[in-house]
């Protein structure tokens, strides 16, 4: 069965450095998400994705974030300068078309700033 | 921004019991999903509910979108150790189809065997 991957599983960084998260997305999806999670909370919602551009983004993601899809297979979250406070789970999801509601999401990538 | 309130925050249950658990907001939902998320885990997804009323079963699972699009519940019936976890509840709306989810702050279920 088809799956959303990401990679690394678990990036750690100094604070001010730029990571790239990376994200594979369900192949014959459309619609591409990136949500996080602070330990011990809840999922939130950062951005959304179609058509090679930003249909949506939460406060969260200011001008540190941006998105890109570099090819037709892959789907990245760079962090330009972290900050402690962006030590979190990032979870990449995807949905098919625009009247399927299922997102379908990825394992996750822990990011660890020190 | 719209809330999700899930309860109860944990339940502690015997192997064989039935579970049930809910998710209310204040404001409407279009669209309500019900995930499981293990430790270090990404949230796997369970049951999708496209309308109000909606009564939908997978497996031992079973989910019902309010009447009044503010609620959702989820029943687990004849739970196994393996159904150990956090249940999240999450409500989209449709504007622009972009389906944004919110997420409750989670439902952990013990099972003891």
């Known amino acids: 069965e088809p799956e959303v991957t990401q990679t690394p599983s678990h990036q750690v960084t100094q604070m001010g450095q730029e990571v790239i998260l990376r994200c594979v997305p369900i192949?014959?999806?459309?619609?591409f998400y990136w949500y996080r999670q602070i330990l011990g909370q809840k999922v939130e919602f950062l951005v959304s994705?179609?058509?090679?551009?930003?249909?949506?983004k939460s406060e969260i993601f200011d001008d540190q974030f941006s998105v890109e899809r570099p090819d037709g297979s892959n789907f990245t979250l760079k962090i330009r300068s972290t900050k402690l406070e962006d030590s979190a789970m990032y979870f990449c999801?995807?949905?098919?078309?625009?009247?399927?509601?299922?997102?379908?999401f990825g394992p996750g990538t822990r990011l660890t700033v020190t | 921004g719209q809330q999700l309130n899930q309860s109860p925050q944990s339940m502690f249950i015997q192997e064989g019991e039935d579970v049930s658990m809910n998710c209310t907001s204040s404001?409407?939902?279009?669209?309500w999903l019900w995930y499981k998320q293990d430790p270090g885990e990404g949230p796997v997804l369970l049951i999708a509910?496209?309308?109000?009323?909606e009564l939908t079963s997978n497996g031992r699972l079973t989910a019902q979108f309010g009447i009044t699009r503010k609620d959702s519940f989820l029943n687990i019936s004849a739970s196994i150790p393996s159904d150990v976890g956090i249940y999240f509840c999450?409500?989209?709306?449709?504007?622009?189809?972009?389906?944004?989810?919110?997420f409750g702050k989670g439902t952990l279920l013990t099972v003891n065997p």
């Open positions: 994705f179609y058509n090679n551009e930003i249909s949506e």
């Open positions: 509910l496209y309308k109000a009323g």
């Open positions: 404001s409407i939902f279009n669209t």
């Open positions: 999801a995807s949905r098919r078309t625009g009247a399927a509601i299922e997102q379908y």
């Open positions: 192949s014959n999806h459309l619609y």
């Open positions: 999450a409500g989209s709306n449709s504007g622009g189809s972009n389906y944004k989810l919110t």
